[in-house]
C-alpha cells in the first residue's frame, strides 16, 4: 500500500562560502532595511521627521572635529576588545569575559597610576602597561586553565570573572574614593598628569588610535601566518585532529587565552593611560560583551572588524545624540542601536543558508 506524504513547499540548505561582494550586498541590505524600520518606529513614536532624525545621527558622529574624534576613538577601543577576544572564539573558547579582562587592567594601571607619581613618566607609563597586560593575562589564563584541566564550562566561568572584577574595582573605588563620601576616585594626577599618555600632534587619541591599528595588523598576520595561528584554527576545528598531528591542545588553550586576557589588559590601560585618567567599575561601558558580537559579525577577520566596529560605533554615537537633541529618553537611543544590530546579526542567516524550493512535494 503506497502512502503519500506531503514535504513543505521550502527547505532550508546550507550555503557554501558566498563571494565577498555578495556578503557585503545581504549586510548593505539589512542595514538599510534596518534604517528604514527605525524611521517608521520614530514617527510613530515621536512623530519626527526620520530623516531629520538620520541627519541628527551624523551630526552626533561628524558635526565637530571634536566629535569625529571622540567616534574613532569609541571605534579604536572597541575594535581593540573585538581584536583581543578573536584568538580564543576562533579556538572555540568561548570567552565572555572581556568585560572583567579590560575592567581588571583598568584597575591594575590605575593602581600604578594612582601609588606610584613620582617616578618618571616614562618609568610610571612603562609600569602602568606592565601590571595591565599581568592582570590581563591572570584573568584570561584562570578559566583557560580549569577548561584544560578540567573541562569546565568556559562560558559560565568568564562571565563569573566579569562579576569579581567589577566588585574589586568597586571596593578600590570606595577606599580611595576622593573626596570621601563621594563614591567616585575622580581623575588621578590631575595637576602633574603623572601617568597620563601624552598627545600626539596635539590629539588625546591619536596614539590609542595608532596602538590598536597596529594591533589590527599584528592580529590578522598573527592569526593567519604564524605558527600559532595555525595551532588555534586546528584546535577550533577539532581537538582530537589537533592532537593527531602532536599539538598539546591544553597549553594552546591556556597560551590563548593568557594573550587575549593580556591584549584586553592592554586597552584597559589606554582608556585609563589614554582618556578617562580615572577608576570606574563602568570604564568598558559593556564593551567587553559588544566586542562578542563585533568579533562574530566579522567573522573572526580582523580587517572586516574594522567595518563592524564604525558601524556599531557610529550608530551608538548617533543614538545618544538623537536622545539628546530632541529630548527623548535615553533608552530610545538604545532601542534604535539594537534594531539595528538585530538586523545585521539576522542577516547572517542568509549568508550561511538559503530557502531551496521543493519540485516535488508528494512522495509515495
Given at each position: 500500500?503506497?502512502?503519500?506524504?506531503?514535504?513543505?513547499?521550502?527547505?532550508?540548505?546550507?550555503?557554501?562560502?558566498?563571494?565577498?561582494?555578495?556578503?557585503?550586498?545581504?549586510?548593505?541590505?539589512?542595514?538599510?532595511?534596518?534604517?528604514?524600520?527605525?524611521?517608521?518606529?520614530?514617527?510613530?513614536?515621536?512623530?519626527?521627521?526620520?530623516?531629520?532624525?538620520?541627519?541628527?545621527?551624523?551630526?552626533?558622529n561628524f558635526g565637530t572635529e571634536r566629535k569625529t574624534w571622540v567616534m574613532i576613538h569609541a571605534l579604536a577601543i572597541l575594535l581593540g576588545i573585538s581584536l583581543a577576544l578573536t584568538p580564543g572564539f576562533k579556538m572555540r573558547f568561548w570567552n565572555i569575559g572581556g568585560e572583567g579582562?579590560?575592567?581588571?587592567?583598568?584597575?591594575?594601571?590605575?593602581?600604578?597610576?594612582?601609588?606610584?607619581?613620582?617616578?618618571?613618566?616614562?618609568?610610571?607609563?612603562?609600569?602602568?602597561?606592565?601590571?595591565?597586560?599581568?592582570?590581563?593575562?591572570?584573568?584570561?589564563?584562570?578559566?583557560?586553565?580549569?577548561?584544560?584541566?578540567?573541562?569546565?564550562?568556559?562560558?559560565?566561568?568568564?562571565?563569573?570573572?566579569?562579576?569579581?572584577?567589577?566588585?574589586?574595582?568597586?571596593?578600590?573605588?570606595?577606599?580611595?574614593?576622593?573626596?570621601?563620601?563621594?563614591?567616585?576616585?575622580?581623575?588621578?594626577?590631575?595637576?602633574?598628569?603623572?601617568?597620563?599618555?601624552?598627545?600626539?600632534?596635539?590629539?588625546?587619541?591619536?596614539?590609542?588610535?595608532?596602538?590598536?591599528?597596529?594591533?589590527?595588523?599584528?592580529?590578522?598576520?598573527?592569526?593567519?601566518?604564524?605558527?600559532?595561528?595555525?595551532?588555534?584554527?586546528?584546535?577550533?576545528?577539532?581537538?582530537?585532529?589537533?592532537?593527531?598531528?602532536?599539538?598539546?591542545?591544553?597549553?594552546?588553550?591556556?597560551?590563548?587565552?593568557?594573550?587575549?586576557?593580556?591584549?584586553?589588559?592592554?586597552?584597559?590601560?589606554?582608556?585609563?593611560?589614554?582618556?578617562?585618567?580615572?577608576?570606574?567599575?563602568?570604564?568598558?561601558?559593556?564593551?567587553?560583551?559588544?566586542?562578542?558580537?563585533?568579533?562574530?559579525?566579522?567573522?573572526?577577520?580582523?580587517?572586516?572588524?574594522?567595518?563592524?566596529?564604525?558601524?556599531?560605533?557610529?550608530?551608538?554615537?548617533?543614538?545618544?545624540?538623537?536622545?539628546?537633541?530632541?529630548?527623548?529618553?535615553?533608552?530610545?537611543?538604545?532601542?534604535?542601536?539594537?534594531?539595528?544590530?538585530?538586523?545585521?546579526?539576522?542577516?547572517?542567516?542568509?549568508?550561511?543558508?538559503?530557502?531551496?524550493?521543493?519540485?516535488?512535494?508528494?512522495?509515495?
Amino acid at each position: 500500500m503506497n502512502k503519500k506524504t506531503k514535504s513543505p513547499f521550502f527547505h532550508i540548505v546550507k550555503r557554501g562560502e558566498i563571494p565577498l561582494w555578495q556578503n557585503f550586498l545581504i549586510h548593505i541590505l539589512a542595514l538599510v532595511l534596518a534604517l528604514v524600520f527605525c524611521a517608521v518606529l520614530t514617527t510613530l513614536l515621536t512623530g519626527l521627521n526620520p530623516i531629520k532624525v538620520y541627519g541628527t545621527m551624523f551630526e552626533g558622529n561628524f558635526g565637530t572635529e571634536r566629535k569625529t574624534w571622540v567616534m574613532i576613538h569609541a571605534l579604536a577601543i572597541l575594535l581593540g576588545i573585538s581584536l583581543a577576544l578573536t584568538p580564543g572564539f576562533k579556538m572555540r573558547f568561548w570567552n565572555i569575559g572581556g568585560e572583567g579582562q579590560v575592567l581588571i587592567g583598568c584597575m591594575a594601571s590605575g593602581a600604578v597610576m594612582r601609588n606610584f607619581p613620582d617616578l618618571p613618566n616614562g618609568v610610571l607609563i612603562l609600569l602602568m602597561l606592565i601590571a595591565a597586560l599581568a592582570a590581563g593575562a591572570i584573568w584570561g589564563i584562570i578559566p583557560a586553565f580549569f577548561k584544560a584541566k578540567w573541562n569546565t564550562n568556559e562560558t559560565l566561568f568568564t562571565l563569573m570573572m566579569n562579576y569579581v572584577a567589577i566588585q574589586i574595582t568597586a571596593y578600590f573605588t570606595i577606599r580611595w574614593e576622593v573626596p570621601k563620601g563621594s563614591g567616585k576616585i575622580g581623575v588621578i594626577n590631575q595637576n602633574t598628569q603623572a601617568g597620563w599618555l601624552p598627545k600626539l600632534a596635539d590629539q588625546q587619541y591619536l596614539l590609542t588610535i595608532i596602538v590598536v591599528t597596529a594591533l589590527t595588523i599584528f592580529m590578522y598576520f598573527y592569526l593567519k601566518y604564524s605558527k600559532q595561528g595555525y595551532e588555534i584554527a586546528v584546535v577550533g576545528e577539532s581537538e582530537r585532529t589537533a592532537r593527531y598531528v602532536g599539538i598539546k591542545v591544553e597549553n594552546v588553550i591556556i597560551r590563548t587565552m593568557g594573550i587575549s586576557g593580556a591584549l584586553c589588559g592592554l586597552i584597559g590601560f589606554l582608556l585609563v593611560a589614554g582618556s578617562a585618567h580615572t577608576i570606574t567599575t563602568t570604564l568598558s561601558d559593556g564593551r567587553g560583551f559588544t566586542g562578542v558580537m563585533v568579533a562574530w559579525m566579522a567573522k573572526f577577520n580582523p580587517i572586516l572588524m574594522i567595518l563592524t566596529s564604525f558601524l556599531i560605533a557610529f550608530m551608538s554615537n548617533g543614538a545618544q545624540e538623537i536622545a539628546s537633541t530632541f529630548s527623548l529618553n535615553h533608552s530610545f537611543s538604545d532601542i534604535l542601536t539594537g534594531i539595528i544590530i538585530f538586523f545585521l546579526i539576522g542577516c547572517e542567516f542568509f549568508i550561511s543558508y538559503k530557502l531551496k524550493h521543493n519540485a516535488h512535494r508528494e512522495e509515495a
